[in-house]
């Protein structure tokens, strides 16, 4: 297919939105070349869906399988260059994140929707990984035992996979691709990386980081395209050996299911339903700045929002006036605009699906105290929806059960502590799960008795740092965990070896010392 490969990431190409959208192609073997078939789609901008952001290849199965084929040749080299040098070029990779903060912080504005401040933040997380990533390079740690034999000696270490598949999300467009990527190939592996199909250009530019800090052809293959098909092409090729997914929990069990048919390493990170508990002694304030944040910080689109606030039964009704007023001076619109507060949601289809929560809620019998509606008027060509506020929600309506992913969060009165615990690990997740508390023995308590991969004291449920684990317990994984020298296991395999120098046949359990 020589004929469709170009030498930039995309080709001016006039497609409407007033001749502004570019049409951006695969990255494969080293060139960026067109979809089979030369089919797009398009990425639009989730505040003004008449906006089109850019094109993308809508690639097929044999898109699929040249990507793979690229990655699995590139695969011995890139293995055998020295870890320290794979990560130079992570290193480089956070230079450029770095220069290019403002740039792809706005960008990712405009593809995704998030506000400008936590835009930053995203690519912030991308340089982290990238600095930690490359840093790690240098460690990659196994370890030494020593023998049950004289004369011999025992180590386990790190042998990369092969050929992984990465599938990412939309809600953090390029910290959660960089939190696969870079220790994906630190740790030697080669890659396929397919993001959502929300946010292909976030992905893209992280790429195109990667390809200038010096990525050898092959190593970093790109293919955008309809999710449910060509994840499951990269998931069944034989020459993938590893697929770490990020997504919903319904996605998450299909491709694990079909990785433990193929028995496939297969790391998931999906669902969660996190709750900020909010206790008798608790500062109502800080718990209520908290819980905006966590519920309604990325309108809701984190797999750590705060979308139940367990609050004891003695503080219900201040905590819901304070929350009430910081809410109702939040202000929606366009990420763009510094008084922006939040954003858009991802697109139609999601809008209406948060919407469609509200409506349960309500026929649940819940209390709407705040918003509940799609915004009309100027905003209507975007996708908003109000900041929406639950109050005497039961810990066992489906608001407080299903993960709704928008900006909607539901208060659970409580009587005490077991109550609230009972409450917080109540559900099929288990990701983020937060207490304010000013007694520290509960505090501690807590830590034990809150049933999450993540816990928070006197801190929202979200703002994960990239030196620990990412992860949940329950439907919200499978047992990885990203980030932090945990994310590495996910890449590596352990290789046992043992040095027998001894010069004659020596019988492990067999030749005891005391024979
Ligand atoms: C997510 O919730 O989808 O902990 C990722 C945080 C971010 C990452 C969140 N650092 O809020």
Request: overall charge neutral.
């Amino acid at each position: 297919m020589s004929s469709t490969v170009s030498k930039v990431s995309g080709d001016k190409t006039n497609t409407g939105n007033n001749g502004a959208a570019r049409t951006y192609d695969n990255y494969i073997d080293g060139k960026w070349q067109k979809a089979e078939g030369g089919k797009t789609f398009p990425s639009l901008n989730p505040a003004n869906n008449n906006e089109i952001i850019g094109h993308f290849a809508a690639s097929i199965e044999a898109d699929v399988d040249k990507a793979v084929k690229a990655a699995a040749k590139a695969f011995p080299a890139w293995k055998r260059t020295p870890a320290p040098h794979r990560g130079e070029i992570l290193l480089k990779a956070a230079h450029l994140l770095k220069e290019r903060k403002e740039e792809l912080a706005t960008l990712m504005v405009k593809e995704m929707g998030k506000v400008l401040k936590e835009a930053r933040g995203d690519v912030q997380e991308a340089i982290d990984m990238a600095e930690y990533m490359a840093g790690e390079g240098r460690r990659l740690l196994g370890h030494t035992v020593p023998s049950e034999l004289r004369d011999k000696f025992a180590m386990a270490v790190r042998a990369p996979i092969g050929v992984v598949g990465l599938i990412t999300p939309w809600n953090f467009p390029m910290a959660i691709p960089s939190w696969k990527l870079f220790p994906a190939l630190i740790a030697g592996n080669t890659v396929v990386l397919k993001p959502a199909s929300d946010t292909p250009l976030c992905a893209l530019k992280l790429v195109e980081i990667v390809i200038e800090a010096g990525i050898p052809p092959g190593v970093v293959n790109f293919i955008t395209g309809p999710g449910g098909k060509m994840g499951m092409a990269l998931v069944d090729h034989p020459l993938v050996k590893a697929i770490s997914i990020t997504g919903s929990t319904e996605v998450g069990k299909k491709v694990a299911g079909r990785c433990g048919e193929l028995m496939k390493r297969i790391s998931c990170e999906l669902g969660g339903k996190n709750a900020i508990c909010v206790m008798e002694d608790g500062d109502v304030e800080l718990a209520a700045e908290g819980a905006v944040w966590g519920a309604f910080g990325t309108a809701g689109q984190r797999c750590t929002a705060a979308s139940r606030i367990i609050i004891h039964k003695k503080r219900y009704e201040e905590f819901k006036k304070v929350f009430l007023a910081k809410v109702k001076a939040l202000r929606l619109g366009s990420g763009l605009d510094p008084n922006v507060a939040v954003g858009p949601v991802i697109n139609k289809s999601q809008l209406k699906s948060i919407n469609d929560y509200v409506e349960i809620g309500k026929k649940e019998g819940a209390t709407l105290l705040y918003g509940g509606n799609i915004v009309a008027g100027e905003l209507e060509s975007g996708c908003f929806h109000e900041p929406t506020i639950f109050a005497d929600v039961k810990a066992n309506m489906r608001i407080a059960q299903e993960e709704i992913f928008g900006p909607v969060t539901a208060l659970i009165p409580v009587n005490d502590y077991a109550e609230a615990i009972e409450v917080a690990n109540g559900t099929p997740y288990g990701l983020s799960l937060s207490m304010y508390t000013q007694d520290v023995n509960q505090a501690f308590r807590a830590m034990d008795d809150l049933e999450s991969g993540i816990v928070y004291i006197n801190a929202p449920t979200i703002g994960a740092e990239i030196q620990l684990p990412f992860g949940g317990v329950k439907q919200t994984g499978n047992g990885h965990r990203e980030a932090g020298i945990t994310a590495i296991d996910q890449f590596t395999e352990w290789k046992s070896i043992y040095v027998d120098y001894s010069g004659r046949l020596q019988k492990a359990q067999i030749d005891l010392p005391s024979k």
